[in-house]
């Protein structure tokens, strides 16, 4: 049976999460509380030559720093760093007999593997542990992995791992990566898995991987509590459990979770990781994040285009290896797609002629009802609600900007009695089985220039305007109070309303009486924004 070493690297992995800033006394009790656990393979933090010393964080510019971080007492757990390649030069490393570290590991991307593993040979020299860290394996074809071999086989580092970077393998991947080194790889190296969570699988992974017969001693990566980047790791104290229960290893688990009570919770209540829809879509795209990121700042797309969008990326390894001009491109082909031209000019045809009352949620539709009745009865108007539907009164039209609206509205949707409701959404808003009848850019109608961009009244009176409509009247467009409920439905109270009440009441004020100046408002029902500025805390 091939000997198995469980390596824990939540002080550098897990740095990710608070920029390595664990506190010295944190950082010397985690390595404690893993020793005490009788993991194998401790791994202290990135080596980074662009970082100074500081004794809180586990990011160091040499190997000197470990000696100044962790002191020079033995260990009984091997001590590793980590050198990203390229970050850290070879003369900031000692030779391995002055330094706290037993191994560096070198992690590097395809394209550098010759570089790469060059510098592990002049790593090796000086008496490290060498461990080629292979990231994105997903990226790798069998013929590069062959390559990859082959300068493995000439340096024979201690170990050659496959990083799952992206979260991207499921088991039956993951293992056929894993015949290839078992098979080619020198009988000296041993093979590592280093996990990552983005489909829920690290912890699968690592029991397939673990479970393979093998020629090659192995090392599995974990971390504890699954702390690390993007959607976390394996959770090294589901791993040590498996190990003992299925190897007859003998680690000290409830160790690990003292160490999980006293430290990772804290850093964890502040920023968690783990499974999020943000890394689904990275790795369902089997795309680098930032492509994530950058679409998520575009206003026009709803999560499924932002799915189509990121599908349309070219494949690996271009995928992986983000490219703004890529992302800028591929954003525009989306814009003129959306070509909202006829859409306008559809409605604007439909409010000709028209009345236009909007209904807004504002307590007083319920308040000054009969108010709104009557003016209904006077006016026949064309009736637009803003991301609800109101009970009292039948509406022709509902705009929706909202994602979270938009679902509250679901049941009245489907109620007979408004079956005949169009819905005007912003780009922004996917349809459900209901289809809108008009989708508008979302990207068109923002205020940039304001603190609150996506106010829905300002944005349906700026559809208003397209469409050539100059008088609106309005109800339940009560304007915002800092005592009281401001909707009819305490439920779509947002929690930062009351604290902001001052500043969007002159902000919209001023976005209707001067920006919209060329428009008559005419306020059926009570309104702060009608108010002069020196009495807007006046309550409703």
Known sequence: MSEIQ??????????????WEFGHNNIISIIDRLEQAKVDIIEIGFLDDRRPFDI????????????????????????????????????NLQPASESVLDGIRVIFKKHLMHEAMEFCAQVKALGYKVFSQLVSITSYNDDE?????????????????????????????????????????DSEVQIGFHAHNNFQLAYANDIAFLNKPAKHNIVVDATLYGMGKSAGNSQIELVSMY??????????????????EETIMDLYDKSPWGYKMFFYLCSKNRCHPNYVSTFLKKENLSVSDLDKVLDRIEPEPKKLLYDQEIADSLYGEFEQEIDDAEEYAKLSVELKGRNILIIGPGKNVELQQQTISDYISANNPLIISINYIPK?????????????????????????????????????????????????????????????????????????????VKNVSCAGLDGYSNKEDNYAN???????????????????????????????????????????????????
């Open 56 to 91: 809180n964080r586990t990011i160091m510019p040499d190997t000197a720093s470990v000696g100044k971080l962790l002191g020079w007492q033995s260990h009984s757990a091997m001590i590793v760093g980590m050198i990203d390649y390229g970050t850290c030069r070879i003369e």
């Open 243 to 260: 190990l003992n229960d299925r190897f007859g290893k003998e680690y000290r688990i409830n160790y690990l979770l003292e160490a999980i």
């Open 145 to 185: 992995l062959m390559e990859i071999i082959g300068l493995v086989n000439k340096v024979k580092p201690y170990a050659v791992s496959m990083v799952d970077t992206y979260g991207l393998l499921h088991p039956d991947d993951m293992l056929h990566y894993y015949e290839i080194l078992d098979e080619n790889v």
């Open 392 to 468: 009292a009164f039948k509406v022709d039209y509902v705009f929706v900007t909202n994602k979270k609206r938009n679902q509250q509205m679901t049941d009245s949707l489907r109620e007979p009695k408004n079956s005949d409701i169009g819905i005007i959404a912003t780009t922004n808003i996917t349809a459900g089985r209901i289809p809108y009848k008009y989708h508008l850019k979302l990207s068109e109608l923002l205020e940039k220039d304001s603190l609150y961009s996506d106010n829905s009244f300002i944005m349906l009176i700026k559809v208003l305007r397209k469409c050539g």
């Open 490 to 540: 305490p439920k779509m109270e947002y929690s930062f309303i009351k604290s902001q009440a001052d500043y969007l009441n002159k902000m919209i004020r001023a976005e209707l009486f001067e920006k919209y100046s060329d428009m008559r408002f005419d306020f059926i029902t009570y309104s702060k924004y009608m108010e002069s500025e020196d009495c807007h805390d006046a309550a409703f």
């Open 6 to 19: 469980l390596l824990d690297c939540t002080l550098r992995d897990g740095g990710y999460i608070n920029d």
